[in-house]
């Protein structure tokens, strides 16, 4: 049976057409029905428009259908306010759905302050859970993904919401990346017991004596990358910090490639030879092949993408949520938190 995905219609910078295009693409790949939440007179026509485009063959139309939200969050919006100003925004119309179980989860491109607000009062934590972590999914020399997680939830952290997040992540990353036994890392700035912050020293003897987990202690941020470690944990401030520092390198290097590849005839024609090996390269680096971060930690399934999201990473937002949900993560973290 196709799985349920309610889709914040009024999330990104450009919205609402890359979340239709997405939605589009969503029920055209994937076994999905798409609900768009936002205001109906706006998501209607915009719906009907991408529709009759010459790109979507008209022979079969895609399971989406729009629920009427009469207001949104904007980027631009103090997240807090707008939570409680705005009781009828998409975010939470979507969120409710959720908890009221009319759909298997939500994703937003939408205020990732403003969705982790809303996910906490609507839907509520998991038993066990102080505090929810955003999980980003980094690309490795192995070819396998590391999870990186807090990634901006929670700035400030003590050493049990950090165990909560190894256990979260863990479990994750086993039913959802389908990683047998993940390895577990802290990111700290040396692999010596005795090297980071009161916070990574205080946390590493509690990793060390979780059962069920494969800690393999203190890692670097360049282990981010090489695939030492399947999953990272650290606070909220250093993950945002190393996420956004990861995309902006990425950036950088996908940028300087090119210049490269075009600056003489040699290069160029070499770049016409290497267009599909440079093509996987962007694909690898391509924050819209990820889809989104996974909330974990509230009680159903909420994503969160970037407000720049294109189509698809619209439509591998709605790929997450729909395996989320489909793999039954959150009942796999509680039943390991009573353990732990």
């Given at each position: 049976?196709?799985i349920?995905?309610?889709?914040?219609?009024?999330?990104?910078?450009?919205?609402?057409?890359?979340?239709?295009?997405?939605?589009?693409?969503?029920?055209?790949?994937?076994?999905?029905?798409?609900?768009?939440?936002?205001p109906?007179?706006?998501?209607?026509?915009?719906?009907?428009?991408?529709?009759?485009?010459?790109?979507?063959?008209?022979?079969?139309?895609?399971?989406?259908?729009?629920?009427?939200?009469?207001?949104?969050?904007?980027?631009?919006?103090?997240?807090?306010?707008?939570?409680?100003?705005?009781?009828?925004?998409?975010?939470?119309?979507?969120?409710?759905?959720?908890?009221e179980?009319?759909?298997?989860?939500?994703?937003?491109?939408?205020?990732?302050?403003?969705?982790?607000?809303?996910?906490?009062?609507?839907?509520?934590?998991?038993?066990?859970?102080?505090?929810?972590?955003?999980?980003?999914?980094?690309?490795?020399?192995?070819?396998?993904?590391?999870?990186?997680?807090?990634?901006?939830?929670?700035?400030?952290?003590?050493?049990?919401?950090?165990?909560?997040?190894?256990?979260?992540?863990?479990?994750?990353?086993?039913?959802?990346?389908?990683?047998?036994?993940?390895?577990?890392?802290?990111?700290?700035?040396?692999?010596?017991?005795?090297?980071?912050?009161?916070?990574?020293?205080?946390?590493?003897?509690?990793?060390?004596?979780?059962?069920?987990?494969?800690?393999?202690?203190?890692?670097?941020?360049?282990d981010?990358?090489?695939?030492?470690?399947?999953?990272?944990?650290?606070?909220?401030?250093?993950?945002?910090?190393?996420?956004?520092?990861?995309?902006?390198?990425?950036?950088?290097?996908?940028?300087?490639?090119r210049?490269?590849?075009?600056?003489?005839?040699?290069?160029?024609?070499?770049?016409?030879?290497?267009?599909?090996?440079?093509?996987?390269?962007?694909?690898?680096l391509?924050?819209?092949?990820?889809?989104?971060?996974?909330?974990?930690?509230?009680?159903?399934?909420?994503?969160?993408?970037?407000?720049?999201?294109?189509?698809?990473?619209i439509?591998?937002g709605?790929?997450?949520?729909?395996?989320?949900?489909?793999?039954?993560?959150?009942?796999?973290?509680?039943s390991?938190?009573?353990?732990?």
């Amino acid at each position: 049976m196709p799985i349920d995905i309610v889709v914040d219609g009024m999330g990104s910078d450009r919205a609402p057409e890359p979340e239709i295009r997405g939605a589009i693409l969503a029920c055209r790949h994937l076994d999905v029905r798409v609900h768009l939440a936002g205001p109906e007179e706006i998501l209607r026509p915009a719906l009907d428009r991408a529709l009759r485009a010459p790109r979507w063959p008209m022979s079969a139309e895609p399971a989406i259908d729009v629920v009427h939200a009469s207001e949104w969050i904007s980027m631009d919006d103090k997240a807090a306010q707008a939570v409680r100003a705005k009781r009828d925004s998409s975010m939470r119309v979507g969120l409710r759905m959720v908890r009221e179980g009319a759909v298997r989860g939500f994703f937003t491109a939408g205020n990732t302050g403003a969705a982790m607000a809303t996910a906490k009062m609507v839907l509520g934590m998991l038993a066990g859970v102080h505090r929810p972590a955003l999980a980003a999914i980094l690309p490795t020399a192995t070819g396998g993904p590391t999870l990186l997680l807090d990634v901006g939830a929670n700035v400030d952290c003590d050493p049990d919401n950090l165990v909560q997040f190894a256990v979260m992540g863990h479990m994750y990353a086993r039913n959802v990346l389908w990683i047998q036994d993940p390895r577990v890392g802290l990111l700290s700035i040396g692999e010596e017991d005795s090297k980071g912050n009161a916070l990574t020293r205080d946390t590493l003897p509690l990793l060390r004596g979780l059962p069920g987990i494969d800690f393999i202690g203190n890692i670097e941020g360049r282990d981010l990358f090489n695939g030492r470690a399947d999953v990272a944990v650290c606070d909220g401030f250093v993950g945002n910090v190393a996420l956004k520092t990861c995309e902006g390198t990425a950036k950088l290097v996908r940028v300087l490639l090119r210049e490269a590849l075009k600056s003489t005839v040699t290069s160029q024609v070499g770049a016409l030879l290497s267009r599909r090996a440079f093509n996987d390269f962007k694909k690898r680096l391509d924050y819209s092949e990820y889809g989104g971060a996974p909330l974990l930690g509230v009680r159903g399934v909420c994503i969160v993408g970037h407000g720049s999201s294109n189509e698809k990473a619209i439509m591998n937002g709605i790929r997450v949520a729909a395996e989320f949900a489909h793999a039954e993560v959150n009942s796999a973290i509680e039943s390991a938190l009573l353990t732990a």
